[in-house]
């Protein structure tokens, strides 16, 4: 039910007519300029609905209405606010406008807090691997319960089994061959949405890469010395903040994407077949461990693919910086400016260094949160065998 916003601002602050007794002046001027203001509103024509067009746009219709009801309600608070600070008699000061070196102060404090880790935490990845944990944890258990009715000849051979899945399901160990990569990429056709999300992750952050990068020599046209160093350095920090967004979502999506396989390689096949976007998963365990691995291991890639991507974007604004300044520093023919400008260069070289550092090791950093992901999975695959 759609909710008239001007009766709902005014009966609202009726009550508060009433809170603010004996007062009742300010009540008035409050319940007067609810009205007003949500009647302006009103007129737009945002709350207008025909009853045959009212279905079709009902959840476009709800959002206007929150959103003017809130502007209602937030417009009539600051009123509130100023009419009793007026009747106290308190001064209110106004809202100290930020200078430009305050904005810049802002941007560098941001670029300096933004690291892979505070992202990843933003996109969920922390609890995604603490609930992988958990998942690991309960099927450890239940392996050591089920190991301990085991006869002598059956615990050798579970084993012998746990640590095949261990060296398969680590990334530092060639465990799988080029059929088994195949068998990888088949596994992802299944995971339509999972794969499809992967894969645009890693298409647009490669393309972004590209588009931060592409086109910085036309933009240092017609700057001085002193400009370009900025821009550039500006453009580097972009980069990289970029660059570590994109790392930590993939990151991110793909630990998502193997908590979904873990608990997929645990349900029956008969509850499978309910659902066309399961996977038919082979009914050996160190098939089914090939099978993830594989998956991770194209994870990786598109993890490594990203990280070149903008460190490879950071190398061509420097040497488009590069290119921009000798010519600036021949135009001007002093030696003294030209060996100053040459100093500058030097320092975006070593900034140049530094961001390449960062993202490379933030690359390794998601590929490592990957890993540890998937050695969760070890005893979780190893009792599908228990349960066979």
Not at 69 to 95: F, M, N, P, R, S
Not at 251 to 267: D, F, H, N, T
């Amino acid at each position: 039910m759609i909710v008239n916003t001007t009766e709902y601002a005014y009966s609202s602050f009726q009550d508060q007519h009433r809170t603010f007794s004996p007062s009742g002046k300010i009540g008035t001027r409050l319940e007067h300029t609810a009205e007003n203001f949500a009647e302006s509103i009103q007129k737009q024509g945002s709350f207008t609905y025909k009853g045959g067009a009212l279905a079709p746009s009902l959840i476009e219709g709800g959002k206007a209405i929150t959103a003017k009801g809130l502007e209602v309600l937030e417009y009539v608070g600051k009123e509130a606010i100023d009419l009793i600070a007026t009747e106290a008699g308190i001064q209110l000061e106004d809202d100290p406008k930020p200078t430009d070196g305050d904005i810049i102060d802002n941007e560098e404090q941001f670029a300096d807090d933004f690291t892979f880790d505070r992202c990843f935490y933003i996109y969920g990845g922390p609890e995604q691997l603490e609930e992988l944990e958990a998942l690991a944890n309960h099927h450890l258990l239940l392996c050591n319960r089920a190991k301990g009715k085991l006869s002598p000849e059956q615990k050798s051979s579970f084993d012998s089994t746990l640590k095949q899945l261990q060296h398969v399901l680590n990334l530092k160990t060639n465990a799988l061959d080029s059929s088994q990569h195949d068998k990888g990429k088949r596994l992802e056709t299944r995971l339509v949405e999972d794969v499809n999300e992967l894969n645009q992750i890693r298409e647009t952050s490669i393309a972004k890469a590209a588009e931060m990068a592409t086109g910085f020599t036309a933009s240092l046209a017609g700057l001085t010395m002193s400009e370009m160093v900025q821009k550039t350095s500006d453009r580097l920090d972009a980069i990289r903040v970029e660059g570590i967004h994109k790392l930590s979502e993939l990151c991110a999506a793909g630990i998502l994407q193997l908590l979904y396989l873990g608990k997929s390689v645990l349900m029956p096949t008969s509850e499978e077949a309910e659902n066309p976007n399961d996977i038919s998963w082979p009914e050996d365990c160190l098939e089914k461990a090939k099978l993830i691995r594989a998956q991770v291991q194209s994870i990786s890639g598109d993890i490594e693919a990203i990280s070149n991507s903008f460190v490879t974007g950071i190398g061509d604004v420097v040497a488009a910086f590069q290119a921009a300044i000798r010519t600036e520093a021949a135009k001007e023919g002093e030696k003294d400016s030209a060996n100053h400008e040459l100093i500058k260069e030097s320092v975006v070289e070593d900034k140049l260094k530094a961001l390449s550092y960062e993202l490379e090791s933030a690359g390794g950093a998601a590929v490592d949160k990957v890993q540890s992901a998937l050695q969760h999975l070890v005893h979780v695959v190893l009792f599908t065998s228990l349960k066979s």
